[in-house]
């Protein structure tokens, strides 16, 4: 399609309005939840951004697991408020299990 005509931005908008809600509500959720925290301004950006890349997918990652992906925002909206300490921390631990390495060791440092 040629970028020049009207209807490309118009379908262009329609087919990532909703990945890009989606990763509007991450940011949002997570950036609300790191000030509520007292993180400073720069983490809560990084956190909330990488939540937002992640809410981007939402839909993607809901159908991957077998879910319905209707319900991508509720499911950015959790995103965001669980944060990305959560899902690092869940890596870090299916890593750990399948590599026999524990966690342990980084929480006594």
């Known amino acids: 399609m040629n970028p020049n005509q009207s209807d490309f931005w118009l379908e262009l908008f329609n087919q990532y309005s909703q990945q890009g809600i989606a990763a509007a509500l991450a940011f949002v959720m997570a950036w609300l939840r790191s000030r509520y925290n007292g993180n400073r301004f720069y983490r809560t950006l990084v956190d909330s951004a990488m939540c937002a890349l ?3 997918f939402a ?12 319900y991508a ?5 959790a995103i965001g408020y669980l944060g990305t300490e959560y899902f690092g921390g869940l ?12 966690n342990e060791n980084e929480s006594s440092r």
């Open 91 to 102: 890596l870090k631990n299916i890593v750990g299990s399948k590599t026999g390495v524990s």
């Open 73 to 77: 925002y509720l499911g950015s909206v």
């Open 54 to 56: 992640l809410g981007w």
């Open 59 to 70: 839909r993607d990652l809901l159908s991957l697991i077998g879910a319905d992906p209707k």
